[in-house]
């Protein structure tokens, strides 16, 4: 006995489509040959991908130059090095009111009657 299945199977790969008649053909032939015209809403479509696609390069371009960093003056070579300045030195703040009762807290019993 033939399992149910197999039978299926049988009917299954026996079966063949029609051919398709010369007017379908042509039909599919034409719509092929010419690309249709973009339509405003593919315009659209494609400029806000271009834009997005810009827009990620920008983000990746500036991690990448956040994460890296500008070069250290030690890893250039010496030919390469013209001129490196240094900022100049900020003249010390002056002393507050709490800086001054703490170091007279630290001082020594003589400051007190000095100040008298």
């Given at each position: ?7 299926l ?9 029609s ?7 042509g039909?599919?032939a034409?719509e092929l ?7 405003f809403?593919?315009?659209?479509l494609?400029?806000?991908?271009s834009?997005?696609s ?5 983000i990746?371009?500036?991690?990448v ?6 070069a250290?003056?030690?890893s250039?070579?010496?030919q ?7 900022p100049?030195?900020?003249?010390p ?11 007279l807290?630290r ?9 008298r």
């Amino acid at each position: 006995m033939i399992d149910p299945m197999e039978r299926l199977e049988a009917e299954l790969a026996s079966l063949r489509p029609s051919s398709l008649s010369v007017n379908v053909i042509g039909a599919i032939a034409d719509e092929l040959a010419e690309p249709p015209p973009l339509r405003f809403a593919d315009r659209c479509l494609l400029a806000v991908m271009s834009v997005g696609s810009l827009a990620a390069c920008v983000i990746v371009g500036l991690t990448v130059w956040q994460v890296a960093g500008p070069a250290s003056p030690s890893s250039l070579s010496p030919q390469q090095i013209l001129a490196v300045q240094t900022p100049p030195a900020a003249p010390p703040a002056p002393a507050t009111l709490g800086q001054y009762q703490q170091a007279l807290a630290r001082s020594s019993d003589v400051v007190p009657e000095i100040l008298r």
